[in-house]
């Protein structure tokens, strides 16, 4: 996480900034505010902005979870400010080299982020409270509030050219952090195994607040019987998930799948799960049982 905010930092202050072009979500909110008031204080907006989302997340996701996202800003935030003490010398150049070289880099150091099991980008939060309440993806959400973002920029300082420069970086940093997180997509399936899996399944749903559902399995070669656990996630809650698994049986054996769609009827998404408590009854709808 450290890691990855160096680097996101080190593209913004050095690519991004002396160019006029900004990122999306909070972190562009930041930058244009920086633009108008002064770019040492960028940490500061950095963090201002960041703090409705982060409520909001302590709200829905959890409290691990808020307390990486906090991680994740401050050291980002840290890293903004000392960056000029570090590197004086800016990037000017070519606009297509600043927009490749510096979407790259960012969208590495955003990726690591991300991998990490956090973010830095306030939209991200506000993505998956959406995508459980409304069924739209977090991607949806967070593409509407960067146009939003992008749009803002041209209007505050009448010149459309680094918005439209700023949103062709942002097609950079996006195929470059998913390149980073290698697969880890807005939602995923998991199955667990594990002789310990109701004292697991019970963690999941109480220290998570995940639904899930436990179907019985048969041992190939031993011919045991054994539970399955069946969970859906959200990409920035896997590590979490992950931890919490094994903190319990460092032999489970755990399954990752990408989805590319959840729905149950007319609700889709992992909300829909959580009202009924588990998807149970959308597994005895798929297996006829």
């Given at each position: ?111 690591i982020i991300i991998r990490g099991g956090s973010c ?161 009854t959308l597994a005895k709808k798929v297996l006829g049982k």
């Amino acid at each position: 996480m450290f890691l990855g905010s160096f680097i996101a930092a080190f593209a913004i202050k050095v690519f991004f900034l002396p160019n006029n072009l900004i990122d999306g979500g909070t972190v562009g909110l930041a930058m244009i505010a920086a633009r108008a008031f002064g770019s040492n204080l960028l940490p500061l907006f950095l963090l201002l902005f960041n703090i409705p989302f982060i409520y909001l997340a302590y709200r829905h996701l959890g409290r691990s979870f808020v307390i990486q996202i906090i991680t994740a800003v401050l050291s980002f935030a840290f890293f903004l400010f000392i960056m000029p003490h570090i590197i004086a010398t800016p990037f000017v150049g070519d606009y297509l080299e600043v927009v490749v070289i510096g979407g790259a880099i960012l969208g590495v150091g955003l990726g690591i982020i991300i991998r990490g099991g956090s973010c830095v980008d306030g939209t991200e939060i506000l993505g998956i409270i959406i995508n459980r309440k409304q069924g739209f993806t977090v991607g949806q959400t967070v593409f509407f509030c960067n146009i939003l973002v992008f749009g803002t920029a041209g209007l505050v300082f009448q010149d459309w050219h680094p918005p439209l420069l700023s949103l062709i970086a942002y097609i950079v940093v996006v195929k470059i952090m998913d390149t980073v997180i290698v697969g880890l997509d807005e939602t995923k399936s998991v199955l667990v195994i594990s002789s310990k899996y109701d004292e697991i399944a019970k963690a999941v749903m109480h220290e998570m607040g995940l639904g899930l559902t436990i179907m019985y399995g048969r041992g190939g070669f031993s011919g045991a019987s054994t539970e399955i656990l069946y969970i859906i996630i959200e990409r920035l809650q896997l590590a979490d998930l992950k931890n919490l698994i094994y903190g319990i049986d460092h032999d489970a054996f755990i399954a990752i799948e990408n989805l590319h769609e959840v729905s149950a009827g007319k609700q889709s998404g992992p909300m829909a799960f959580r009202k009924k408590g588990s998807i149970h009854t959308l597994a005895k709808k798929v297996l006829g049982k």
